[in-house]
């Protein structure tokens, strides 16, 4: 029956439909389902080697659909892989064309940090959570600046991470102490540093923030209710370079999560999740 489709059929379509009704004729006479596989593989690979022998393919002819495959250049590793891949091809899917396309790997650099991690108040472009201690009111937001100003401006005392500060900055001079001092002229050296004095500011910084305070909804939570923020213990969920990408993300976080503080229920409009996503594809801002 094999042998009686190879010669009829002349494209892979009919083929494939005869091929199929080998099988089930095959299953109603009780036949397993790997054996009648296994011999349509052997009598096909049979006929290809046959046709070859004799003459070029004229019976089965069509237009082979390319694949790209990708893989990992290790010499002669990659080049023995490429064979048996070919191989499956042409005995279980004659009508592929695989084309095969190599990338070197990983380079050593990336599997080591060369860069100290920055501390999360010191992190900008991101997407943070912050709770209550108090009661289960939670707020989700976003800034481009430093964790550490914005978290100012949502009235955090300033006296949590100035020990942190005070670490890093002691960090840094020490560093700078065991600088040896570069060799400058004689006519650098003695020449006197002007110093210029700029008028003081008409309003300060402690007058900026005050006003952004009174806007902030967790100010206002920890006014009206008496409750304190979690203000040590924040998370930061995400982060973006890109302002409208990190747009989309705390709005898909505020989507789902849907905290209490928030007076918005997202930054931009959701065009292509207008329902949020499920928590299984977001972070979660407990953790």
């Given at each position: 029956m094999v042998n009686r489709a190879l010669i009829i059929c002349s494209t892979y379509t009919p083929l494939a439909a005869e091929f199929n009704e080998i099988r089930r004729i095959g299953l109603k006479n009780d036949y397993p389902l790997s054996v009648i596989d296994n011999i349509i593989g052997i009598k096909l690979s049979q006929y290809r080697r046959k046709m070859n022998g004799e003459s070029k393919l004229t019976v089965i002819r069509c237009d082979k659909k390319k694949m790209y495959v990708e893989l990992p250049f290790i010499r002669s590793s990659t080049l023995e892989l490429k064979k048996k891949i070919k191989h499956l091809s042409n005995k279980l899917r004659p009508d592929l064309d695989i084309q095969f396309f190599t990338k070197p790997p990983p380079s050593t650099q990336a599997f080591f940090k060369t860069k100290d991690p920055i501390v999360k108040h010191m992190q900008s472009d991101v997407v943070y959570y912050i709770k209550c201690n108090d009661c289960s009111h939670s707020y989700i937001g976003k800034t481009e600046h430093q964790c550490l100003r914005r978290l100012y401006e949502h009235g955090a005392p300033k006296t949590i991470y100035q020990q942190q500060q005070c670490n890093h900055v002691s960090d840094d001079l020490s560093v700078s102490n065991n600088i040896t001092e570069l060799r400058r002229s004689s006519r650098i050296k003695n020449k006197t540093a002007t110093v210029t004095t700029a008028p003081p500011p008409t309003t300060t910084d402690d007058d900026n923030n005050?006003?952004?305070?009174?806007?902030?909804?967790?100010?206002?939570?920890?006014?009206?209710?008496?409750?304190?923020?979690d203000?040590?213990?924040?998370?930061?969920?995400?982060?973006?370079?890109?302002?409208?990408?990190?747009?989309?993300?705390?709005?898909?976080?505020?989507?789902?999560?849907?905290?209490?503080?928030?007076?918005?229920?997202?930054?931009?409009?959701?065009?292509?999740?207008?329902?949020?996503?499920?928590?299984?594809?977001?972070?979660?801002?407990?953790?």
């Open positions: 005050d006003n952004k305070n009174a806007k902030s909804s967790i100010t206002r939570h920890e006014k009206e209710t008496g409750h304190h923020m203000w040590s213990n924040f998370q930061v969920t995400w982060q973006d370079n890109h302002y409208y990408r990190l747009l989309i993300k705390e709005s898909l976080l505020i989507k789902t999560y849907e905290p209490e503080l928030n007076k918005t229920t997202h930054s931009v409009p959701l065009l292509v999740f207008p329902d949020g996503l499920s928590r299984v594809l977001l972070p979660n801002p407990d953790l």
